[in-house]
């Protein structure tokens, strides 16, 4: 099991006052992973429940939690978007930033979603032997997109190793799992 807290990728700016912490374990092929967003929610864009979830593009664009999953030594890897609508996508890429394109193995990524005035648990577990086996070690980035009640995007990563944001820099994937 690991514990987890998300850093913003710079500390100037108008950020919200907010933690984001969390867990992911992995049992075989599954993994469970659990964000904790709190703080004062009031001035996060969180989007409504969407009582029918779907895969969706463009998650990204508004408060987003993602993870990403690459095999050592491959370039390959794998971004989760998980929104706190319920909408979600899994896109499979070959290598950074190229041939971005929807993993179809998932067809769903279930979800719960607690929210309370000022803490937001968003906790899913995903089959992990839909894409590798169950003894594929895996390096992994823990990432979340935070939008503002005033519209502006922040970045939030276990460690920022680039200049810019960018959280498919393989750098970042440092969680072996």
Not at 96 to 106: D, K, T
Request: with cysteine; glycine share 6%; proline share 5%.
């Amino acid at each position: 099991m690991n514990d987890f807290r998300l850093q913003p990728f710079t500390l100037d700016g108008n950020l919200p006052s907010i933690e984001l912490t969390g867990r992911i374990d992995r049992q075989d092929t599954l993994l469970s992973i659990d964000y904790q967003l709190q703080g004062d929610l009031a001035a996060i864009s969180i989007g409504s429940p969407n009582p029918t979830p779907s895969r969706q593009l463009g998650l990204w664009e508004s408060t987003c939690f993602e993870f990403f999953i690459g095999i050592p030594d491959r370039a390959n890897y794998w971004e989760f978007n998980l929104s706190p609508t319920g909408d979600w996508n899994v896109f499979a890429l070959d290598n950074y930033r190229q041939g971005l394109r929807n993993e179809i193995a998932f067809t769903s990524l279930p979800m719960t979603i607690d929210r309370s005035v000022n803490s937001l648990l968003l906790s899913s577990t995903i089959e992990l032997n839909k894409i590798i086996s169950a003894t594929q070690a895996l390096e992994m980035s823990v990432t979340t997109v935070i939008k503002s009640s005033q519209h502006e995007l922040s970045y939030w990563a276990l460690t920022h190793p680039g200049a810019a944001a960018d959280f498919h820099l393989r750098d970042s994937f440092i969680l072996k799992i």
